[in-house]
C-alpha cells in the first residue's frame, strides 16, 4: 500500500497570508489527524477528521482549520500567518475504527516558513 | 492532564553499545503506547507499540515492555549503528481524549563510529 502522502513539501509565505496543505491517507483508512512540530513547543496536536467530521480538537486558535473529503484526504488552513506559524506540518492516517488498537501512520510532513 | 516524560538528550554512543531511552508517562487509565523514530528531514515511523500491561512491542532490534506499575515505557536495543542515529518519541494515547497521540519532548541519539 502507498504511504500517506503530503503535498506541498515545502512552502515560504509572508505574514498575512493565507495557506492550505494537503494530505492523502493510506487507502481504507478513514482517519486523518494533524500535528505542528516546532522546536520550542515539539508536537502539537491540531485536529482531526474522521468520514468528513471534525471529530477531535486540540488548542490552536480558530486562524488554523480543517476539512475532510469524501475520499478521506484532508486539507488543512491557516489564516492571517505569523512568523509562529513556521513549522513542520505532520499529517497522519489510521484506520479510524480500532479505539485503543489503531496506529497513526506519518506522512513526511510539509515545511512552512513564514517570513 | 495525560504527559509523557522522555530523557533530555541528546544521547551520545558509540556503535554497539547498549542503548535506553527513559519513558514515563501520566495517565488517568490505561493508554497505549507508542515510540516513533524521525530520521533527519523525514516525517515520523512507528517503531514499536504496546496496547495493554506488559505488552512487549519489538522491532528492528528495540524492545519496549508496557509497565504499568512503574507507568514506563523505555526503549532498549542491545548494539547500536550508525544507522540508528536519529530523534526518537515516546507517545500514548487514551480514550478520553479521542486516541490523539500525545507527545514527549524527543531524545535526539547519536551514534559513532
Known amino acids: 500500500k502507498a504511504g500517506v502522502t503530503q503535498t506541498p513539501r515545502y512552502l515560504i509565505k509572508t505574514r498575512g497570508q493565507q495557506v492550505t496543505l494537503s494530505c492523502s491517507p493510506i487507502s481504507g483508512h478513514r482517519s486523518v489527524s494533524w500535528y505542528q512540530q516546532t522546536p520550542g513547543q515539539g508536537l502539537q496536536f491540531l485536529f482531526e477528521?474522521?468520514?468528513?467530521?471534525?471529530?477531535n480538537k486540540g488548542n490552536f486558535p480558530g486562524r488554523f482549520s480543517g476539512r475532510q473529503f469524501s475520499n478521506s484526504r484532508s486539507e488543512m488552513n491557516v489564516s492571517t500567518l505569523e512568523l509562529g506559524d513556521s513549522a513542520l506540518y505532520l499529517c497522519a492516517s489510521s484506520p479510524g475504527t480500532s479505539g485503543r488498537m489503531d496506529t497513526q501512520y506519518f506522512g513526511p510532513g510539509t515545511r512552512l516558513t513564514v517570513l | 492532564g495525560d504527559s509523557v516524560t522522555q530523557m533530555e538528550g541528546p544521547v551520545t554512543l558509540s556503535e554497539e553499545a547498549f542503548l535506553t531511552i527513559n519513558c514515563t508517562y501520566t495517565?488517568?487509565?490505561?493508554?497505549?503506547l507508542f515510540w516513533y523514530v524521525q530520521y533527519p528531514g523525514e516525517g515520523l515511523q512507528l517503531l514499536l507499540k504496546?496496547?495493554?500491561a506488559d505488552d512487549k512491542g519489538s522491532n528492528k532490534g528495540f524492545e519496549a515492555t508496557y509497565r504499568k506499575e512503574t507507568t514506563s515505557f523505555h526503549l532498549e536495543k542491545g548494539s547500536v549503528q550508525v544507522s540508528d542515529s536519529a530523534v526518537y518519541f515516546c507517545?500514548?494515547?487514551?480514550?478520553?481524549?479521542?486516541?490523539?497521540?500525545?507527545w514527549g519532548a524527543g531524545t535526539k541519539l547519536i551514534i559513532k563510529p
Open positions: 504496546a496496547t495493554k
Open positions: 495517565a488517568t487509565g490505561y493508554p497505549s
Open positions: 477528521y474522521f468520514s468528513e467530521t471534525q471529530r
Open positions: 507517545a500514548l494515547s487514551m480514550r478520553d481524549s479521542n486516541y490523539q497521540l500525545i
